[in-house]
């Protein structure tokens, strides 16, 4: 019996102070900084998939009470090869699941 996917949500603030929910789609460490990529949550996979769903990336950052906040990536070589990272393993995991699914 197949496992029932339960997604991490994160609801993020945008300058605007308009609250957005996003979909976790990796973690990793690059050179001693911590990425997420997320996508725009929807409550229907199906309707994700068929969407031209932009992938979102934003580092971990550390206020100065030692809390950690998700911050965009304001250097554009570092958003693109970081970017390209998630997209490359992200596409490597969907293929994986993928040949599950026809084994």
């Given at each position: 019996?197949a ?23 990796d ?11 997320l ?24 206020d100065?009470?030692?809390e ?23 596409s ?10 026809n084994?």
């Open positions: 019996m496992e029932e996917y339960t997604p991490e949500i994160f609801t993020l603030t945008d300058e605007e102070g308009v609250e957005h929910e996003f979909e976790l789609m973690i990793m460490e690059e050179n001693g900084t911590v990425y997420y990529a996508v725009p949550y929807t409550e229907d996979p199906e309707a994700m998939i068929e969407e031209d769903t932009e992938l979102v990336v934003l580092k971990v950052g550390t100065e009470n030692g950690d906040f998700l911050a965009t990536i304001d250097n554009d070589e570092e958003y693109d090869r970081i970017g390209k990272m998630f997209i490359d393993r992200i490597e995991m969907l293929e994986d699941e993928g040949e599950e699914d084994a």
